[in-house]
């Protein structure tokens, strides 16, 4: 998208309190965008508000939305759907991690949990989002097909599985799995909606504030540079850069889209790769 298109585009996010939501947020903001921050109410909310518009954003608003709640997700985005008409971005980015797994005695409610956040959440947002989703264009041969865009956050463990995070695992696999369906669908349709998912390399965010995750990370980041944490900005930068260049599917950082190329030669070199990691961090 040319950087003008964003100018007055509304821009609506979920989990924006978060470390990647709240610094996606600060890479869109100078666009000009009309931005709608949804999340649970936290004390990072007002700060976060004035600093966008400090950045430039045309206007930021927050609706609190728990996403396990149906009934707040209907009236946060009816709310923006009556107040905008389109949605052009929906960032749907809320979700949660866990060291929850078969073999380490995770409970069921703690996968449903999971599930539900990171998986459910999407789907019902993007429910009650679809009928504002994207605006009729005037370009010629494709006047009145809407144009818009819908981002996913996964992560790299939705491609490789980890040890010990089974729940996180399969919610992420089923973010990339929805946003693939979803890609094929507009398609069929002939809307010309982009549908971009990030699959991100673990990152410094609050998923890590437990002593038990604590100390995996650091036992995970011993192993060397090629396993330093991204910053929550790193991955910004990619969701602005996608956003730009109406990209499909982006890893971060760039080269861990080698994970593909490997699955095809050796499953078994990632799965031992993990399981190694694994290891090391339990001793």
């Not at 100018?7 to 996010?13: D, E, G, L, Q």
């Not at 004390?43 to 927050?62: H, M, S, T």
Request: hydrophobic share 40%; with cysteine; glycine share 6%.
């Amino acid at each position: 998208m040319k950087k003008k298109w964003y100018k007055s585009k509304v821009f609506v996010i979920s989990g924006a309190s978060g470390d990647i939501g709240s610094a996606a947020c600060r890479k869109f903001a100078p666009l000009g965008m009309r931005m709608y921050l949804l999340d649970l109410p936290n004390p990072k909310i007002d700060p976060l508000k004035q600093e966008l518009k400090d950045l430039g954003a045309e206007l930021v608003e927050f609706y609190e939305m728990d996403v396990l709640d149906r009934d707040q997700i209907r009236n946060a985005i009816n709310k923006i759907g009556e107040e905008e008409r389109y949605i052009d971005i929906l960032f749907n980015n809320a979700g949660i991690g866990s060291k929850c797994s078969i073999t380490n005695n995770g409970t069921f409610e703690e996968y449903r949990k999971v599930m539900s956040i990171n998986t459910d959440g999407m789907w019902l947002v993007l429910q009650a989002a679809l009928p504002f989703i994207g605006r009729p264009t005037q370009i010629k041969k494709t006047v009145n097909k809407k144009i818009g865009q819908l981002i996913f956050t996964s992560s790299a463990a939705g491609r490789t599985g980890v040890p010990n995070m089974a729940a996180y695992a399969m919610s992420k696999s089923a973010v990339i799995a929805l946003a693939d369906s979803l890609r094929s669908e507009y398609k069929m349709l002939k809307e010309m909606i982009n549908v971009i998912t990030i699959i991100s390399a673990p990152a410094k965010t609050r998923f890590y504030n437990t002593p038990e995750t604590i100390e995996w990370i650091e036992n995970y980041e011993k192993r060397g540079f090629l396993f330093k944490l991204l910053e929550a900005n790193d991955i910004a930068k990619r969701v602005l850069h996608a956003s730009r260049k109406n990209k499909k599917e982006i890893y971060v950082p760039r080269w861990w889209k080698l994970i593909d190329i490997l699955f095809v030669f050796s499953h078994n070199l990632i799965g031992n790769l993990l399981i190694k990691i694994e290891k090391t961090n339990r001793d």
